[in-house]
């Protein structure tokens, strides 16, 4: 992602172009939304009562904050282009910068643990009774050795593996189970000065 926005940036007719056309690049964390199928809400779902707070500082964000910012670049870029347009000042019209990171609402100052949105998404749901806390050092043992069995099967060449290891392989989506987990035992927080000088009606 991150080499397609560096080849989309040094495009050459990006700069042959108007001054106008501007690009920027949003970076955006875990997205929540009220959509029945949403990946973040079903995950939360699955460990409404039997689920870890992780410790992990991993930025989350939701789909109306982030269509709130779209809404928020384009209508300050057309008020300056108007602007711009129909006076004879010369200042500066509005420029975006190259990257943006909105990984998080700008209420949360500072990162915080995942586990805290679990927490939240119980109490928002009346979720106080009969759920349950897994510790922290059985979820990583877990996820540990399942990396370890993944990785043994994965490793195993496709002209060497057994029909069982074949089926594992494909049938339960090894390698993404086994990157989803190892994402989880990742910190995933980043710097919103950025987002917020520019955009302080952000929320």
Same mark, same amino acid.
């Given at each position: 992602?991150r080499?397609?926005e560096e080849?989309? $940036?040094?495009?050459?007719? /990006?700069s042959?172009?108007?001054? @106008? $056309?501007q690009?920027? @690049?949003l ?10 199928r949403c990946?973040q809400?079903n995950?939360m779902?699955?460990q409404?009562r =039997?689920?870890?707070y ?5 930025d989350?964000n939701?789909s109306l904050n982030?269509?709130?910012l =779209?809404?928020l670049?384009?209508?300050?870029k057309?008020s300056s282009?108007s602007t711009?347009t129909?006076s004879?000042s @010369?200042?500066?019209p ?5 990257v943006?990171?909105y990984t998080r609402?700008?209420l ?5 643990p995942y586990?805290?949105y ?9 979720i106080?009774?009969a759920?349950i ?10 996820v ?5 069995l993944?990785?043994?099967i994965?490793a195993?060449?496709?002209?060497k593996?057994s ?7 494909k049938?339960?989506y090894?390698a993404?189970?086994?990157?989803l987990?190892q994402v ?5 927080s980043f710097? /919103?000065t950025?987002?917020q000088?520019d955009f302080?009606? /952000?929320r």
């Amino acid at each position: 992602k991150r080499a397609t926005e560096e080849m989309v $940036l040094g495009l050459p007719a /990006l700069s042959s172009r108007s001054k @106008n $056309l501007q690009v920027t @690049n949003l970076r955006l964390g875990a997205i929540f939304s009220d959509d029945a199928r949403c990946i973040q809400c079903n995950a939360m779902q699955l460990q409404a009562r =039997i689920g870890c707070y992780l410790p992990l500082p991993i930025d989350c964000n939701s789909s109306l904050n982030v269509a709130h910012l =779209i809404h928020l670049m384009l209508v300050t870029k057309s008020s300056s282009t108007s602007t711009q347009t129909s006076s004879s000042s @010369n200042d500066t019209p509005i420029r975006w910068r190259p990257v943006y990171y909105y990984t998080r609402p700008t209420l949360y100052p500072k990162p915080v643990p995942y586990g805290s949105y679990l927490a939240d998404y119980r109490r928002a749901h009346d979720i106080t009774w009969a759920a349950i806390w897994i510790p922290v050092g059985f979820v990583q043992v877990v996820v540990a050795g399942f990396h370890r069995l993944a990785q043994s099967i994965l490793a195993t060449s496709s002209t060497k593996k057994s029909s069982w290891r074949q089926w594992v392989e494909k049938s339960l989506y090894l390698a993404h189970v086994d990157y989803l987990l190892q994402v989880t035992t990742q910190e995933h927080s980043f710097d /919103l000065t950025a987002i917020q000088t520019d955009f302080p009606d /952000l929320r």
